[in-house]
């Protein structure tokens, strides 16, 4: 697995909520979910990582 490095990020409260709630929905921590979303964009635009062979 690699490993994760810290990002500040902001978002307007009323999308913060949504995300919260969303991954209250689906058991999910709060960064869990913003890290699946932004997995899911870039798989669907085929940008997503590729993983290191060791």
Known sequence: MSKKKPFALRV??????????????EFRSTNGQIEWMLMQCLKKHKRDPKEKKS
């Open 12 to 25: 307007n409260e009323d999308m913060m909520n949504a995300i919260e709630k969303w991954a209250a929905d």
